[in-house]
């Protein structure tokens, strides 16, 4: 499984922006697709995961502003984010947790800056 992540940029206090992974090779080993982001000086933190079955789950952060998604014709977990902050500021990293457990898979960063 490989994880190609798209999207990101810079922004202003309140604008959005999208962030887009591809999942290659084989999704079906695969039970959950989502987002995870470090900012400078912190651990990295779950942004929003959604399971296999189509279940969702948000850090409280970002709930009521995030919304992922996925698209499986295209093989890709969407993360729309609006009513971005300063706060939000970080490097978004797509994240795959495989069905038979084990080490996850990672995708190559994505830089997210937002400016007030």
């Known amino acids: 499984v490989q994880l190609q992540a798209s999207g990101g940029g810079s922004v202003t206090a309140g604008g959005s922006l999208r962030l887009s992974c591809k999942v290659n090779?084989?999704?079906?080993?695969?039970?959950?697709v989502g987002w995870y982001r470090q900012a400078p000086g912190k651990e990295r933190e779950l942004v929003a995961m959604m399971m296999i079955g189509g279940s969702t789950n948000y850090a409280e952060s970002v709930k009521g502003r995030f919304i992922i998604s996925r698209d499986n014709a295209e093989k890709t977990v969407n993360l729309q984010m609006n009513s971005l902050i300063p706060e939000d500021t970080a490097v978004y990293y797509c994240n795959a947790s495989p069905l038979k457990g084990g080490a996850h898979y990672w995708g190559k960063g994505t830089q997210v800056t937002v400016s007030s």
């Open positions: 090779g084989h999704p079906f080993r695969i039970s959950a």
